[in-house]
């Protein structure tokens, strides 16, 4: 069974900060994806990774896959108010999606 | 472009009683559709998905059933419903390995 392990779990942190969430497996995967979700809705995705070591950047987000396609790191610069919610990352294996737990992120004004 | 259709947003219904929820989505054709389920605040759980009409592979063993009848439906049904059916139902698709989701539904089973 593939597996998708995040942390921290729960993060509040101040705004101005920066933060790390990361998502390790032991497993190898295709792709993956991160997604933001609020409560009460769907979580849309923010970014796909697919090569080796690809870093993707979307504004003050950066999205990193690892070189091994097994683990993937988001970091958040200057955290806002604004960028409070679940974070999902989701490895991509035949066809379907196997999704952490989330990592909830609360950043205070 | 496409979109994604969930009703009902809401559900509130007793034990013992039918269900039927519904996702359409628009803009596409021959998706990958899928059914998952989420505890408060937490992961989504896979419970069933489609690669076409009349196609449902079942992840988990569990009290729903999920149907394909057209193209852009997915349906998930259960006969009687348990109070640990109670959660928030997503619906995705997908063109190729990445998903887009609908706005779920919260279904509360009394």
């Known amino acids: 069974t593939q597996l998708l392990e995040q942390s921290p779990q729960f993060l509040s942190i101040q705004e101005g900060e920066n933060l790390t969430v990361y998502c390790n497996s032991s497993?190898?995967?295709?792709?993956l994806q991160w997604y933001r979700q609020e409560p009460g809705e769907g979580p849309v995705l923010l970014v796909t990774?697919?090569?080796?070591?690809e870093v993707k950047k979307l504004k003050r987000l950066t999205f990193q896959f690892g070189d091994a396609r097994k683990d993937s790191s988001l970091h958040i610069t200057a955290a806002q108010p604004g960028d409070t919610g679940l974070y999902l990352c989701a490895g991509a294996s035949n066809q379907k999606l196997v999704f952490g737990q989330g990592t909830r992120l609360t950043i205070n004004p | 472009s496409q979109t994604i259709h969930q009703w009902p947003a809401t559900l509130v219904q007793p034990v013992g009683s039918p269900l039927s929820l519904e996702c359409t989505v628009e803009?596409?054709?021959?998706?990958?559709l899928y059914w998952y389920r989420q505890a408060a605040g937490r992961g989504l759980q896979l419970l069933f998905y489609s690669v076409g009409i009349g196609q449902i592979s079942s992840e988990v063993p569990q009290n729903l059933s999920a149907s394909r009848p057209q193209d852009r439906q997915f349906i998930l049904s259960s006969k009687k419903l348990l109070l640990s059916d109670s959660g928030f139902y997503l619906c995705?698709?997908?063109?190729?390995?990445?998903?887009?989701f609908g706005p779920g539904t919260r279904l509360t089973v009394l």
């Open positions: 995705a698709w997908s063109p190729t390995h990445e998903q887009f």
């Open positions: 803009g596409t054709s021959n998706p990958n």
């Open positions: 990774v697919v090569t080796g070591g």
């Open positions: 497993s190898v995967f295709s792709s």
